[in-house]
């Protein structure tokens, strides 16, 4: 996984920005009334017309429901009854606390301590860290349920799989975990739509089919130019992200005065906002004509970056590594794929903001106890994931 370089916060260039918005009905009216004309009469007759000013804000408190399991009398042979319920104990905590707990810890990055904290002096309800370890289980077992939909072999992260599976393209990552002091990898197959995060045995051909879906994927993958993806058999073809070709151009550019690089960054940006212009306009591909120009510009890019490296003797080099990968053909399809078909997106920062929040925990906590837990972490990163797209 290669991070993006880090944006200063704040709105960014382009970005429209947004405000709070006046509502049509809002839950409370407190009307501001004149108190004194300048002329000093304090006696008004009120006027149908005013200005109006919205305060948003919050309210935090404690919800208790009651339910009383009532008995009763059978009017027919007189035998008492008690109503049926499933309800626990004497006093139970609700989904919807469960629910803003593991929120908080997997998606709000908070630790077990200050949870405890938030709900014993915000809302006056003591938690234990052990009810919230228990509640991550109870979620992470029912994601794997197979029966939770009724539908058998059929549980939430098996209808996340489908999802992916039954896509034009997915976006494919790995990134690194720190499984008891060991580290091990974690894939994702991502869209728009959906996120998986699934604990690899490897990084390479194994890890990728860690997930199940890839094997058997018969569309578009969206990768970073890792080479096991290549091997995939069934995969209609490859877009290489250009986002991280253009920072691999500027490093060629900055550090060893290639000039190539600079040239392969104008031919491809442009065309980039082009494929998205066409694709918004119904149109899945550019002409043919143009296709063939691109291609025989490239050719004549990579044929002046041969002769620009020509005195590296150093074949590992990673100016020498670069010029040898981009020259096959293979690679130079997997780099202009978009041309002929523009709905596929040229950079894969949907798969690598999958790792996002996985990366924020890495650096809170260090490190996870065992695969068992990595692997309720990463389901449970899936399904928040997925639902908030």
């Known amino acids: 996984m290669c991070l993006l370089k880090a944006n200063k916060r704040g709105g960014q260039h382009g970005h429209k920005g947004s405000n709070l918005k006046q509502v049509a009905n809002p839950d409370q009216i407190m009307q501001i009334l004149p108190s004194q004309c300048d002329c000093g009469c304090k006696e008004f007759k009120i006027l149908p017309r005013f200005e109006k000013r919205q305060q948003f804000d919050i309210e935090i408190t404690r919800k208790v429901t009651e339910y009383q399991i009532m008995r009763g009398k059978c009017l027919g042979c007189g035998n008492v009854t008690k109503a049926h319920s499933t309800l626990p104990h004497n006093a139970f905590y609700g989904e919807d606390i469960k629910a803003y707990v593991i929120w908080l810890l997997d998606r709000g990055m908070m630790s077990y301590e200050p949870i405890v904290e938030l709900f014993d002096q915000v809302f006056g309800m003591p938690i234990s860290e052990g009810s919230i370890n228990n509640w991550r289980k109870e979620l992470a077992a029912k994601l794997i349920d197979l029966n939770v939909f009724n539908i058998p072999e059929s549980s939430i992260i098996e209808q996340i799989k489908i999802m992916l599976r039954n896509s034009t393209y ?220």
């Not at 790995?174 to 490897?202: D, F, M, Q, R």
């Not at 995969?235 to 600079?262: P, V």
Request: charge should be positive; charged fraction near 20%; hydrophobic fraction near 35%.
């Open 170 to 389: 997915l976006h494919a990552d790995e990134t690194t975990e720190n499984i008891a002091g060991n580290k091990k990898w974690v894939h994702t197959n991502a869209t728009p739509a959906a996120t998986l995060l699934t604990l690899g045995v490897n990084r390479g051909k194994d890890g990728v089919a860690g997930s199940g879906i890839l094997p058997d994927y018969d569309g578009f993958l969206i990768v970073d130019g890792w080479s096991s993806y290549k091997s995939l058999p069934n995969i209609k073809g490859i877009q290489t992200c250009l986002a991280h070709l253009f920072r691999y151009f500027n490093d060629m550019q900055e550090n060893y005065g290639l000039s190539w690089a600079h040239k392969m960054t104008a031919l491809l940006k442009p065309l980039m906002q082009k494929a998205k212009e066409l694709y918004n306009t119904g149109i899945i591909a550019f002409p043919q004509e143009q296709i063939l120009n691109i291609h025989n510009q490239y050719n004549v890019i990579m044929q002046e970056a041969t002769q620009e490296i020509i005195h590296i003797k150093d074949t590992n080099h990673p100016a020498s590594r670069l010029v040898r990968r981009l020259s096959k053909d293979y690679d130079k399809a997997t780099v202009l794929r978009f041309l002929e078909h523009t709905d596929l997106p040229t950079t894969n920062n949907t798969g690598e903001q999958s790792f996002r929040m996985l990366k924020t925990r890495q650096k809170i906590c260090g490190t996870v106890l065992s695969e068992a837990n990595a692997t309720e972490n990463l389901n449970i990163s899936s399904f928040i994931g997925t639902m908030r797209k």
